[in-house]
Each structure stands twice: as structure tokens, then as C-alpha cells.
């Protein structure tokens, strides 16, 4: 019974680490993508803000 245990508790634990490293692994690409999915959005938006503003003077 307590060989059960250990091996159930073992196993919860490995479990766990593999959550955090991927969790971790998550964390770090969504900080290297949110800035320059940001940045294409942001210069997308500028682009065809451009865009309009050329067209209401005319």
C-alpha cells in the first residue's frame, strides 16, 4: 500500500514539473510574440489610418 502511495505521489510530482516547464515555456514565447503581433497591429492600424486621412482631404 505505501509502494502504491509513493509511486501515485511520485508521479502527481513529476506531473507538476512538467506542468510548470511548460507553463514557463508558454509564458516566454507569449513575451517573444505579444510585442510584435502588437507591432504589426499597430502598424496595420497607422497604414490604413494613413489611408483615410489622404482620402477625407480630397
Known amino acids: ?11 502527481l510530482l513529476l506531473l507538476l514539473r512538467l506542468l510548470v516547464k511548460i507553463l ?4 516566454m514565447l507569449l513575451k517573444f510574440l505579444i510585442p510584435r503581433l502588437m507591432g504589426r497591429f499597430v502598424m496595420g492600424v ?6 483615410i486621412v489622404k482620402i477625407m482631404p480630397a
Do not use: C, E, K, P
Not at 1 to 11: K, P, V
Not at 24 to 27: A, F
Not at 46 to 51: D, K, L, N, Y
Open 24 to 27: 514557463s515555456s508558454l509564458r
Open 46 to 51: 497607422m497604414r490604413r489610418g494613413s489611408r
Open 1 to 11: 500500500m505505501m509502494l502504491l502511495l509513493d509511486r501515485l505521489i511520485s508521479l
